[in-house]
């Protein structure tokens, strides 16, 4: 199966760098047929310059604003039957495409699988207020998608889906521009596949929003536009700040 790779960037100059390094190393390793498109989405720093200086790695430019805007474009893209979601602020560590390779041969009802994020730069503490998040989401999860049936959890910026079954209910909504968006490709792929999130695809990425914003605050806005999302097919939330190394 090919995997394709789309990172949207905007002003990403300080995180892009190793984020292309981590999924270009691992294309290399395991010699999986790959493509990575990064989405240039309106940026005005360097995230461009550095991105075209990564083999193998092609950029496109979505002038329009916004995360889910990007995804779009970059499946628009991209050719792969396996999409794959990161952030530019993410890492991928060792293992991570043999282990969504592996799910998605073994299981060809599965339609989507995610993971959960290791915040590298956060203090212990902050680490395992997270942690302690998501072993409290997890029951809800397993609950949404096995007993009522209405939808499951993604996390964004860790998630791969089959191309065909996206396509099949309608792709991204582009009203959605931020929160949410991860819980719509949830709920709508859940009716044509199995949707799995599961601990064994951790996702190392930047806290820089948990930090900023503070991790309880942030984890209930997201908790709200979950079950805004998951019961009532739109988010909240319709703003959302850009938060960026200083």
């Known amino acids: 199966m090919?995997?394709?790779?789309?990172?949207?960037?905007h002003n990403e100059e300080a995180l892009i760098g190793q984020c292309l390094a981590a999924v270009t190393q691992q294309v290399r390793q395991t010699g999986c047929d790959a493509e990575i498109v990064v989405v240039n989405n309106a940026s005005s720093d360097r995230t461009k310059e550095i991105a075209e200086g990564f083999e193998g790695v092609r950029v496109v430019d979505e002038p329009q604003?916004?995360?889910v805007h990007a995804r779009d474009r970059g499946l628009a893209e991209t050719t792969g039957e396996l999409v794959a979601n990161l952030d530019a602020d993410t890492?991928?560590?060792?293992?991570?495409i043999a282990t969504v390779l592996s799910e998605f041969e073994r299981d060809p009802k599965l339609v989507a699988l995610s993971g959960p994020f290791i915040y590298y730069d956060l203090t212990r503490r902050q680490q395992a207020l997270v942690r302690a998040f998501y072993w409290a989401a997890y029951p809800i999860y397993l609950m949404n998608r096995h007993v009522l049936k209405v939808g499951s959890m993604i996390q964004g910026g860790n998630f791969v889906f089959r191309r065909d079954a996206w396509l099949s209910v309608g792709g991204y909504d582009r009203s959605i521009?931020?929160?949410?968006?991860?819980?719509?490709?949830a709920r709508r792929l859940s009716k044509v596949g199995a949707v799995k999130w599961t601990f064994e695809l951790p996702m190392h990425t930047s806290g820089r929003r948990l930090a900023e914003e503070g991790i309880v605050t942030t984890g209930v806005r997201y908790v709200v536009n979950y079950f805004a999302v998951t019961f009532g097919g739109k988010p909240v939330s319709k703003t959302y700040n850009d938060i960026r190394p200083k």
């Open 91 to 96: 890492i991928l560590p060792p293992g991570w």
């Open 65 to 67: 604003k916004g995360l």
């Open 177 to 185: 521009l931020f929160y949410g968006e991860d819980t719509d490709v």
């Open 2 to 9: 090919k995997l394709a790779f789309v990172i949207p960037a």
